[in-house]
């Protein structure tokens, strides 16, 4: 096997921050490794690759529809341009054509986030107009009921921790308004963790990651009503193409998903398991303490957080400086680094990798 860090002078990454897009996402489990294989090395009629994986994954769901495509930004583009076109063939070829007037997807302004790109991007890219509403900092039923107008074609409402959280109006609220006045709601839900939920509060269209929570390869997953979900697989005639997704992440992704759905992610309690004695090593290294943190937003992650003892005399900037400028680069969560504390994430870190941290901590403290 060739080592392409040492092919292409990469530098190894410990990814002990979470699912960082900048650092890959996620480690892909072995069963979806070897689904991307075979993809890689069979062909297929593609068109019914699409199709009946999208079929399969409608059948675990209890949703009307689904297909798999190359990410969950390509997904938003797709779902308004989609949307917008309504089943044209007309449409998929001339997309931004003036005959379509209905164009306006209103959006909270409180969500209409960078994620790595901003959200109002993809939505122009499908060929949607953006319409926000709201305030920077709340969005009621009512401020979204204001801003439809006869050009409206979809809500649009971004489920995520990047987005404002307070004084927001609920994912069941948006369905509520967007149905009262007929009009689709699209949900991007790209690194939430439960998919069925949605599919019970009856939304139109679901995006997800699939890199993300779903911890397979880089792709995205759409599921939802009909006639949505067709409308928006017509794309891949149209903008679509420069999305397209190879065969072997179609079948990557598929298998990932049965995987979690089946045996979720790790629970809470093997990752206590996993940290306890890692925590008891940290301990060891001079000037720190460390100690067990369940997730801010309260899901069953722990994490060990570390402290930097006033006696050292290397802060934690500084520390963490260090950890990521290594021969291997360490990276954490550093949001409290100001009041002196960081965080690990051990979902993607092994025992050995923990050796490494330790040793590399002991290194830069002693
Ligand atoms: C990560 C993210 C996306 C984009 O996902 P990709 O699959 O990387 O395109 C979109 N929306 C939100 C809220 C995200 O967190």
Redesign the pocket.
């Known amino acids: 096997m060739n080592d392409f860090y040492k092919d292409y002078s990469l530098k190894h990454v410990i990814n002990a921050s979470g699912k960082m897009?900048i650092l890959g996402v996620s480690k892909v489990p072995s069963i979806a490794i070897e689904a991307q294989r075979f993809g890689d090395t069979h062909f297929f009629e593609m068109s019914e690759l699409v199709n009946r994986t999208g079929e399969q994954i409608s059948k675990w769901l209890g949703s009307q529809g689904a297909v798999v495509v190359n990410?969950?930004?390509a997904a938003i583009a797709q779902s308004v341009a989609g949307i917008i076109g309504q089943g044209s063939m007309h449409h998929v070829y001339h997309p931004f054509d003036e005959r379509y007037t209905n164009r306006e997807i209103i959006i909270p302004k409180g969500q209409n986030v960078d994620?790595?790109t901003p959200e109002e991007v993809m939505i122009e890219l499908g060929g949607g107009k953006v319409v926000e509403a709201g305030y920077a900092n709340m969005c009621s039923k009512e401020h979204i009921e204001m801003m439809i107008t006869d050009k409206t074609a979809a809500i649009f409402y971004?489920k995520?921790h990047?987005a404002v959280q307070k004084s927001m109006l609920s994912v069941k609220d948006a369905v509520e308004v967007a149905h009262k006045h007929n009009l689709p709601l699209i949900l991007?839900a790209?690194?939430e963790e439960d998919l069925k939920k949605y599919v019970e509060m009856d939304i139109d269209v679901v995006i997800f990651?699939?890199?993300?929570a779903l911890e397979g390869p880089a792709s995205?997953l759409l599921f939802g009503k009909q006639p949505y979900i067709d409308w928006i697989k017509l794309q891949s005639r149209g903008i679509g193409r420069s999305m397209k997704i190879g065969k072997e992440n179609i079948l990557g992704l598929t298998t990932a998903l049965k995987e979690y759905l089946e045996n979720g992610t790790e629970s809470g309690k093997s990752m206590i398991n996993r940290l306890t004695p890692f925590i008891e090593s940290l301990n060891k290294v001079p000037h720190i303490s460390a100690k067990q943190v369940q997730d801010a937003a309260g899901r069953e992650i722990y994490r060990a957080e570390i402290t930097i003892q006033p006696d050292s005399s290397k802060n934690a900037k500084t520390v963490l400086k260090e950890l990521k400028n290594g021969k291997i680069a360490i990276y954490t969560r550093e949001y409290r680094s100001n009041e002196g504390i960081f965080e690990l994430d051990i979902r993607a870190v092994d025992s050995e990798e923990m050796n490494i941290i330790t040793n590399k901590l002991k290194e830069i403290l002693n």
């Not at 990651?209 to 993300?212: D, V």
């Open positions: 897009t990410s969950a930004s994620y790595g971004v995520s990047h991007d790209a690194a990651s699939g890199a993300k995205g």
